[in-house]
């Protein structure tokens, strides 16, 4: 009615001479993002903002969520232009920061057009025939209102013929353009889209359950979409699993965004309502597919709840200009690493060995692949996160110490698990803490930050016990040992043996590491030498390659016989290395033999990682 739309102009005139220019909030920005010259690593993005006279601050998403760092691809922004009816704006870059552009608009101009490209850098999101859109790449946005108040109508246009996924609600589709409804720049960031030439989607929620779950699956051809019909029930599983662990969920439906190729950057980035993964191309067509899917798929959907849903609030920001403090990631990401796995346990993606040889590699890589630890405490990982780049480049891992608030939280969650079940003489479990945490009502996508002392304090109602003094003994310890407590109150060891690892992947344990205390690549190429290893001793270094094994030229089998013969063997074992454009002799003394790390039971003590591991949902 007229009435109405009178009384609300009224209402806008009042609040914009309240609120200044966070008035801006109440007008949708339009983003169309032209992705037909993908192939050639070029999207092009137009961006249509009301505007008003005067100065004008824009930033470029600079910490992004779930990357816990400032690391927005700003170097990748290029072909920057502004203009206001048809002239040119001029725009400076902020002196202190590369990701604000200041802007002065001249009077009488209303909208202001941005148009711009984002360079795809290589091997990261897109290949001739898929790509993976995450909207803050491709946006720009008004200073200092939160990105939940800001209103999006983004538009997509895809490259002909091309089929796509996501969880972000759309408006329209005609031919290749998607339209999608506006909506706030928080949740737009928080839906990415897969498209691509191959493309299929798989239903995967269980019986009975009310909301939908798909898996939305881009790949470099038409033969990597072959989804086993185990896998598929195994994923069915997987959402079962989800909701008898956390009770309730915290988005509308859900879409696991999977591309497979060997020309991306392999990870997993969460989302409240979907996730993007991306594997090699013929992941799921291996034997070992279901442990990739577990690894990695299981982990980004337990993100929805813990990470999206329950944050800690040092890691909740209102824009993507606002540093995070990463001192709760052990938290945000090592009870999900926790959870990640055993979800996967429950759910079939892992046998319940495959979930002990994880277990079990982690446990050996924090422990004698680390030594790290003695100088480095587990939360000074965390803290330091925030750019630092701790997490990347391969050499010296094992004395710098990377993200392993991802792998120890997950011995760390272990033992909380076993201690809840220890103080409450197995009453209660870490589903119940699940249950109480992360459970609640459905409201759609939404955040519950918590502290150090919520999380403590919700733990004491389930279980009470000194959880603050745990915490803190376990984050300041600076101890060679891997804190395998979890293991060992659920009735197991880690021990040292000759039979390889029965894990694949990402995971398994070259038979070079725990022997003579090298991470070396198939050409020779040394990423890590555990400092205190024989190797280490006899000076070899990452970045060394490795030329030669007891005087033949080298080969990763011949390396492997050297290290199993070397029990037998009195003489050390000799490496030629390549450093620069030098020779080096290295004689490692060394007869252990081959040593890969297991899980043993504990005599005497009930299993209560099988407990743990076993189907919830009734599958
Ligand atoms: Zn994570």
Redesign the pocket.
């Known amino acids: 009615m007229a009435w109405f739309r009178f009384r609300s102009l009224v209402l806008v005139a009042l609040l914009l001479s309240m609120v200044g220019r966070t008035a801006l909030a109440a007008e949708t920005i339009s983003l169309t993002v032209d992705a037909t010259r993908t192939q050639r690593k070029i999207l092009h993005a137009h961006l249509v903002m009301p505007v008003k006279a005067g100065p004008l601050t824009l930033y470029y998403p600079k910490w992004i969520p779930g990357e816990h760092g400032p690391d927005g691809p700003i170097a990748n922004l290029s072909g920057l232009k502004f203009e206001g009816n048809g002239k040119t704006i001029p725009w400076q870059r902020d002196l202190l920061d590369a990701f604000t552009f200041h802007l002065e608009i001249p009077d009488g101009i209303r909208k202001l057009d941005a148009n711009y490209d984002y360079l795809e850098p290589d091997g990261y999101s897109s290949t001739d025939k898929l790509m993976v859109l995450e909207w803050n790449d491709v946006v720009l946005y008004p200073a200092d209102t939160p990105a939940e108040k800001l209103t999006y109508e983004a538009k997509l246009i895809m490259p002909q013929g091309w089929k796509f996924g996501t969880s972000l609600p759309l408006a329209n589709q005609s031919a290749n353009q998607l339209s999608f409804k506006p909506i706030s720049l928080d949740m737009l960031v928080d839906s990415p889209v897969v498209t691509g030439e191959f493309y299929r989607n798989i239903d995967i929620t269980p019986k009975g359950e009310p909301i939908h779950h798909q898996m939305d699956i881009v790949a470099d051809s038409e033969a990597a979409l072959a989804m086993s019909p185990e896998n598929q029930k195994q994923m069915t599983n997987l959402v079962a699993e989800s909701g008898k662990i956390f009770g309730a969920r915290h988005y509308r439906d859900y879409h696991f965004l999977l591309a497979l190729s060997d020309h991306v950057a392999h990870f997993g980035l969460?989302h409240h309502e979907s996730n993007d993964s991306r594997l090699p191309e013929r992941t799921l067509l291996l034997p070992s597919s279901g442990m990739a899917l577990g690894g990695l798929l299981s982990?980004?959907f337990v993100?929805s709840w813990n990470?999206k849903y329950r944050r800690p609030a040092d890691l909740t920001v209102p824009y993507y200009e606002q540093p995070m403090k990463t001192d709760l990631l052990w938290g945000y990401?090592g009870l999900?690493d926790f959870l990640g796995p055993l979800l996967a346990a429950r759910s079939g993606l892992f046998t319940p060995e495959q979930y002990r040889e994880y277990l079990a590699s982690i446990a050996a890589q924090l422990g004698p692949g680390r030594p790290g630890r003695t100088w480095r405490p587990l939360r000074d990982t965390a803290d330091a996160e925030s750019g630092l780049g701790f997490g990347f480049g391969r050499g010296w891992l094992n004395w710098k110490r990377g993200t392993d608030y991802y792998d120890e939280g997950d011995l760390l969650w272990l033992e909380v698990a076993t201690i809840i079940h220890r103080e409450s003489h197995g009453k209660k479990s870490i589903d119940d803490f699940c249950l109480a945490f992360h459970g609640g009502s459905n409201n759609g996508p939404e955040v519950k930050t918590y502290t150090l002392d919520e999380l403590v304090g919700d733990l004491n109602r389930v279980a009470p016990f000194d959880w603050a003094t745990f915490f803190h003994t376990r984050l300041d310890s600076t101890s060679a040992e891997a804190p395998v407590g979890g293991i060992e109150n659920a009735g197991w060891k880690v021990a040292f043996n000759a039979e390889p690892s029965k894990i694949e992947g990402r995971r398994s344990t070259p038979n070079t590491l725990y022997s003579i205390g090298l991470q070396i690549a198939a050409d020779g190429m040394v990423s890590d030498s555990i400092v205190g290893s024989p190797a280490y001793e006899a000076g070899v270094s990452s970045g060394m390659k490795i030329m030669g094994v007891n005087g033949r030229v080298f080969t990763s089998d011949l390396l492997d016989d050297a290290i199993k013969a070397s029990k037998e063997n009195s003489q050390p074992i000799t490496l030629l290395a390549l450093v620069e454009d030098y020779f080096k002799t290295c004689t490692v003394n060394y007869h252990g033999g081959a040593r890969y790390p297991h899980l043993v039971r504990e005599d005497g003590r009930p299993d209560y990682l099988d407990e743990l591991a076993k189907p919830r949902a009734g599958q």
Do not use: K, L, R
């Open positions: 969460e982990h980004e993100h990470g990401e999900t």
